[in-house]
């Protein structure tokens, strides 16, 4: 059973920075995706930042030029660096890594983490 773990989430002040990191407990194959996902209290997960197989990447508009995800498929590693950050920042935190081999595909969650930010 392949576990996502993440560290690096705690307290931030406004315009501050903080990096998030996950790794996989184990090697994963055919990985195609690798993103970053936030929950606010009360709601569903969203997708904050995507990492493509070929390298390219996607960020939900609110922190696009503030956060950049970052990853290493063959270590099966990601990371999001989040500068500026606002107080509206603030949620639970949790990397995805997803998979295909052949017609099968999986989807790996990390425990999620939390990001405060305030002053």
């Known amino acids: 059973q392949v576990q996502l773990v993440e560290s690096g989430g705690g307290l931030a002040r406004p315009g501050g920075s903080l990096r998030l990191s996950c790794a996989a407990s184990?090697?994963?194959?055919?990985?195609?995706?690798m993103n970053w996902y936030r929950q606010y209290p009360g709601e569903e997960r969203k997708l904050l930042a995507r990492?493509?197989?070929?390298?390219?990447?996607e960020y939900e508009d609110s922190v696009k030029g503030r956060f950049t995800i970052s990853g290493d498929p063959t270590k099966s590693t990601v990371s999001l660096q989040m500068n500026s950050l606002k107080p509206e920042d603030t949620a639970v935190y949790y990397c995805?890594?997803?998979?295909?081999?052949?017609?099968?595909?999986?989807?790996?969650w990390g425990q999620g983490t939390q990001v405060t930010v305030a002053s």
């Open positions: 995805n890594i997803n998979r295909k081999i052949l017609e099968t595909s999986q989807r790996f």
């Open positions: 184990k090697s994963i194959s055919g990985i195609y995706t």
């Open positions: 990492l493509n197989r070929g390298g390219s990447t």
